[in-house]
């Protein structure tokens, strides 16, 4: 019943930026807090940012100042806008929602990522 679906993710030179979207059907983004993870290929998954109920963020390290987690209620869509990319930054990106465990990634649903591609 619940889906996410990612959008947005191509190719884009470095220094360039991106924003993707994640659309939720069956689920209130508003209800839970949500978050984006990236994979590269031969790399485990890493959380990239969440956005809690009452609207706190939380980045990496390596994305801080670079990358905002935003959410429009009113569309039910959450949204990554992503500037001044690295090649670093190339992976496939997944939403997520509604955590049920204190692991980073113990997510309650997924979607099924959009790729990313940063050319140097």
């Known amino acids: 019943q619940v889906q996410l679906v990612e959008s947005g993710g191509g190719s884009v030179q470095a220094g360039g930026s991106l924003k993707l979207s994640c659309a939720a059907s069956g689920l209130i983004f508003s209800n839970c807090d949500v978050a984006w993870f990236r994979q590269a290929p031969g790399k485990g998954r890493e959380l990239v940012s969440t956005l809690s109920r009452v609207d706190t963020t939380t980045y990496a390290d390596s994305v801080k100042g670079r990358f905002t987690i935003s959410q429009d209620k009113t569309k039910n869509t959450l949204y990554l806008q992503m500037s001044s990319l690295k090649t670093e930054d190339a992976a496939v990106y997944y939403c997520?929602?509604?955590?049920?465990?204190?692991?980073?990634?113990?997510?309650?649903?997924w979607g099924q990522g959009t790729q990313v591609t940063v050319s140097s």
């Open positions: 997520a929602a509604c955590p049920y465990g204190l692991g980073v990634s113990q997510y309650n649903y």
